[in-house]
């Protein structure tokens, strides 16, 4: 069941959408801005959208309070980024200057960012008069399909303090020392400033679809590697606190496979329209929603060893695809190793994998997002792996 809230504002704008009338972009969003009195803010704007716990005790949260309660400058609005919303629907009324937001489906409409000063309002409404101190209200429609990467790229302070003291702390030795020999090595960043293209972010996703001390079988799937790349550093980081870079480390576990898991990341990603045109001979993968063409002769890279490709294909696909192939890591002797040649399993199961996911895409709207994060997608695909197997 849906919400729905009424917000007085002091001021409302309507931002167009620069890509409504091009051939390509996200024509379906909009974005709102409204400056409200933290009066009005209401305090049961969903919250389950944001991907970070409010804890109120550090420097930031009490440098935002500082400036809320601050009676000597009247600049909230200026010095705080305010809220981030995603929404279904937003409406204005012009006669009592109110906002209407509705709120349809909980896991992509809310709060996005900014819930240490949403929480710092509503903790302090009480001891400021009417007038005095504003907060901005940016509210998103239409970004259903691209949710998760917005939530990512507005809440990445916290990813990147977190990973920057792992690395401080010499916890990405492990990975380090797993890769050293493949050209990527060099490529990866594992705090702020560093050069790189890769994220180490992304690498922890990676790893995450495969520990299967966390994802035994099919009792949990991954699906948090695509969805929260925070809660993978956080298993990563929790991981080497508990057990160093000793055996009981599911990480140390994985380290002899590490290589195999990027190798076999960018043999699906360059794959992917050879395995799509298998099963569907007359089809034009460029033309499945989400996959982009290369153009003016440009070709798109591989992650990690820089093949060149036609096509781009999103993580929505691959994510899911490359996480089946958990269904064939086995541990012994307190090492995780493969069951069967993975490579070999990918070129024959390969074709199905790829018409499975894109059949479900279409199912889910043609939208990659959603089955990147959908559970039920990750458990077939898995499953075809698994009976692939048994075969």
Known sequence: MGKELKIKVESFRKIPNPYATKDEGVKDAM???????????PKDIPMETNPREQK??????????????GEDYLDFYLLNRGLCISASEVSYNNYNNEMTVSFEDFECHGDIDGGHTYKIILENQDKLDAGKQFVKLEILTGVEGIF????????????????????????????KKAISRETYSTDIFFKENEEGNIDVADILAILNMFNIDIYSDMDKYPTSSYSSKKKCIDLYIKAHKEYGEDFPNPYIKMAPLMKDIFKLYDHIEINMAKYYKEKNPTGKYGSVKGVTLAKNGCPFRSKFYHKDMDYSTPTGFLYPILGAFRALIKEEDGVYEWRKNPFIVIDDLGPELVETTIERSRSLGNNPQSVGKDSGNWKTLYMIVKLGLIE
Do not use: H, W
């Not at 109120?56 to 309660?69: E, Y």
């Not at 998760?148 to 492990?174: P, W």
């Open 56 to 69: 109120l005790t550090t420097g930031i949260p009490k440098k935002i309070k500082a400036s809320l309660l």
């Open 31 to 41: 974005m709102y801005i409204a400056i409200c009195d933290v009066k009005e803010i």
């Open 148 to 175: 998760q990467r917005l939530a990512a790229a507005r809440n990445t302070s916290t990813q990147v303090q977190d990973k920057s003291i792992a690395e401080l702390e010499n916890r990405f030795d492990i990975i």
